[in-house]
């Protein structure tokens, strides 16, 4: 007997959670540099991270492979983050050339958080070096609440 491919509709259907998902891509997925096979694998790629509390700061790492620096963008809100990239790949075909068979990479890399507490954009950094992006994001220090004195 035949086992049907299910496709993520049918999942969907059967009342499967992404949760659920997620947990069996983590442990039994596909590579991500391998091909995509029945066209099922996800355009949006959630970006693998670490955040460290260094007391003052925190310390991001987030694993984002085949991006250039220029397709980042980080931006910060209060205690929240977003981070988004895009990379793509084409094979270079010179003059006199034919191109017979290729396989491009895509992937769309996206991780939205809300840090403990609120960090400030002066004094951060953000590193990006062998498709591993640091961010060290200082905390924003509180202004002690002043008492008007009344006349």
Known sequence: MKTPHVTPRRRELMGMSSMFDDFLNDMWGMPEWLPARYGDMPALTRARMDVIDKGDRFMVTVDMPGV????????????????????????????????????????????????????????????????????????????????????
């Not at 396989?103 to 958080?113: G, P, V």
């Not at 004094?123 to 202004?143: H, I, N, Q, S, Y």
């Open 68 to 151: 250039k620096k220029e397709d980042i963008n980080v931006s910060i809100d209060g205690p929240r983050v977003a981070i988004t990239a895009e990379s793509t790949t084409e094979t270079p075909v010179k003059e006199g050339e034919k191109l017979l068979y290729t396989e491009r990479h895509a992937a769309s890399y996206a991780r939205s958080f809300e840090l403990p507490a609120e960090v400030t954009e002066t004094g951060a950094d953000a590193v990006f070096e062998d498709g591993v992006l640091k961010l060290t994001l200082p905390k924003r220090v509180a202004t002690p609440t002043k008492r008007l004195e009344i006349h």
